[in-house]
């Protein structure tokens, strides 16, 4: 029997392969240690996607997205997760995914738009380039 596709919060024996996502995809790692907000979206028991958002007040930061090039559905359902816990809005940082995102809602601004809250991240001062496109959606 197939196992079906699932979306769930990480389990600490996800993170081996949530590196390697994250690795393949060419993003950061800084920032991970303890992070407890993975969503992995899982096939057939397999992991095939990731991604995070860390929470600074009522703005959250989306980071961490990595997907096999067949999944898309885990963003989809990280945004409705941000929705039920209470956030009103996500940032996120890309040097290679802008259209991916702005087909999805989001809008680009620059780094000075960046909430302050947001700007305490890890991403925000060190993990991401200066040269990232800031991407900003209100949910």
Known sequence: MIEPITVRKAE??????????????????EGLAGHESFLVLSRDGCVVGCAA?????????????????SERRLVQETLLQAR?????????FTTTAAPFFERLGFRTISREEVPAPVRASVEFQSACPATAAVLHCAL
Request: proline share 5%; charged share 25%; with cysteine.
């Open 12 to 29: 600490s024996a996800d993170y081996t392969r949530i590196t390697q996502l994250l690795t393949d995809a060419a993003l950061p790692l």
């Open 53 to 69: 958002i860390e929470r600074y007040g009522k703005c959250g930061l989306l980071r961490s997205v990595a997907l096999e090039p």
């Open 84 to 92: 039920r816990d209470g956030l009103s809005e996500l940032v996120l």
